[in-house]
């Protein structure tokens, strides 16, 4: 290790990743060290402008330990699935220089030199909408990119894999299938792109964050329980996903969204009857989640073809795809009648792409209480005021980027420690 001034330098790196979204769900593990998977799943990359991490990664010589900020919280990095990616990433890191500021970095230095690390989520943490996808598989990308590393995106997938099953998945844009693998190393269990987020533009995406507390029973202990008690995991795993993920495969290639959206819906509607057989029962969807599934259910039996797809990870947020903007538009409308705002803000209620509030002809909390009921509903005189805390509007997105604007970087460049703190 060399540098003019040894000891004085700090050297950084920043890097956005995306979240992921499955449409056929990973639950199951049949390796809990390695996190390798029981069955194949298939995700949607989610526009990082709308749900990101951002991490800023840095080394010097005058740093004392490894230490991570999370959204502005010192945490540990002591765990087995940081300590497993900083090991992997580490064991990859090859030569740097930079002449200008006079650094000079050996592969075989790079073990000796502590990081900082400085994540932030621009989405809730921990609420069912797959941060730590999103943060793993940022981590990843961006100590890669400080350390030099060459590895291509399979490996470096699998090395997010082993901080969070579902961080493979945000290795790639698009639409990403995560091969279960075979192998007892695990070298074989990596993301790949099926096809990049141009392929299939017009799709729009509608999440309701029905609430962004922390959940109960995380996804880690709430597919373990459902390995060891689960009799449908196993019939989940061995015979339905692998004919599914055939079948999914087929649908993105051909753009089919009736068989998109009916994969998806089953599949989430598979995996939280899996989380029902677990013993205990993991409950992740609630009443509104279920008012969510009854209204598209009901929308699209009405259309005689599926309009909208509905899918639920570890937490009761409904994920909505709808096959385009005219659908998408329709589909908020008819939210928006049964879950109107519990403040006359609407601009806050709905984030992400707002421009679809105007598309709806939605400028005000007036124009949301003038909206018609959606006929093909029974019920309609109850509205469920406040059960949503928001919506975001978003689309598919692409995977990790570096971010070469030092201004966004999260830790000070003279210092290493996050910046304000
Ligand atoms: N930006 C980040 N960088 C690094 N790690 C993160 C980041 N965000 C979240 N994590 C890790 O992920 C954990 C939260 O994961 P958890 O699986 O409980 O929730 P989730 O990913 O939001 O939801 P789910 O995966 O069930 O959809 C955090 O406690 C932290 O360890
Ligand atoms: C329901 C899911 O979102 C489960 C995600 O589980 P995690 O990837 O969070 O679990 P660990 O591998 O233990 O970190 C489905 C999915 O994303 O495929």
Redesign the pocket.
């Known amino acids: 290790m060399a540098s003019e001034e040894e000891g004085q330098w700090v050297l950084m790196a920043t890097g956005r990743s995306p979240t ?3 449409v056929i ?3 199951g ?1 049949r390796d809990e060290a390695l ?1 390798l998977p029981v069955n194949d ?1 298939i ?1 949607v990359t989610l526009d990082p402008d709308h749900l990101s991490a951002t991490t800023t990664v840095a080394v010097s010589p005058s740093f004392s330990a490894d230490r991570m900020w999370l959204n502005g919280k010192e945490i540990s990095l002591s765990g087995g699935r940081f300590q497993s990616c900083l090991r992997e990433i580490r064991k990859r890191a090859r030569d740097f220089e930079d002449e200008k500021k006079g650094i000079k970095i050996k592969k075989e230095d790079w073990e000796k030199l502590h990081v900082h690390i400085a994540s932030y989520n621009n989405f809730p943490t921990a609420a069912g909408l ?1 941060s ?2 999103a943060g793993f598989a940022c981590l990843v990308f961006t100590l890669g990119k400080l350390m030099n590393v060459k590895e291509d995106y399979g490996e470096l997938s699998s090395i997010a894999r082993q901080g ?4 493979c998945r945000s290795i790639y844009g698009g639409f990403v299938k995560w091969c279960m693998g075979k192998k007892d190393d695990g070298s074989d269990s990596i993301a790949v792109q099926l096809a990049d987020e141009a392929h299939w533009k017009d799709l729009v995406i509608i999440i309701a964050v029905v609430s962004s507390k922390q959940k109960e029973t995380s ?2 202990s709430g ?1 373990r329980d459902s390995v060891e008690t689960s009799p449908l995991l196993q019939y989940r795993a061995q015979t339905v996903v692998p004919s599914r993920v055939l079948k999914m495969e087929e649908a993105i290639k051909n753009h089919d969204f009736e068989l998109f959206a009916k994969l998806t819906c089953a599949d989430s509607n598979q ?1 939280h009857a899996v989380c029902l057989d677990t013993s205990p029962p993991i409950f992740y969807m609630n009443d509104t989640s279920h008012r969510i599934i009854g209204l598209v259910e009901k929308w699209n039996h009405s259309e005689g073809c599926p309009q909208v797809a509905y899918t639920f ?2 937490g009761p947020n409904a994920v909505l795809i709808a096959w385009d903007r005219k659908t998408a538009v329709l589909l908020l409308q008819k939210l928006l009648y049964y879950f109107p705002p519990q403040d006359k803000d609407l601009s806050s209620y709905l984030v992400g792409d707002k421009s679809i509030l105007s598309d709806a002809g939605l400028h005000s909390i007036e124009d949301v209480e003038a909206l018609p009921a959606p006929p093909e509903m029974k019920m309609h005189d109850q509205k469920f005021k406040g059960d949503v805390s928001y919506f975001i509007c978003s689309r598919l997105g692409a995977g990790p980027k570096a971010v070469a604007d030092e201004s966004q970087a999260l830790l000070d460049s003279v210092t290493g420690i996050p910046k304000g703190v």
């Open positions: 992921n979204i499955a769900k990973y639950w593990k996190i799943s995700s797959a730590s996808a969070s099953g579902s961080a996804s880690t597919m995996f990870d570890a």
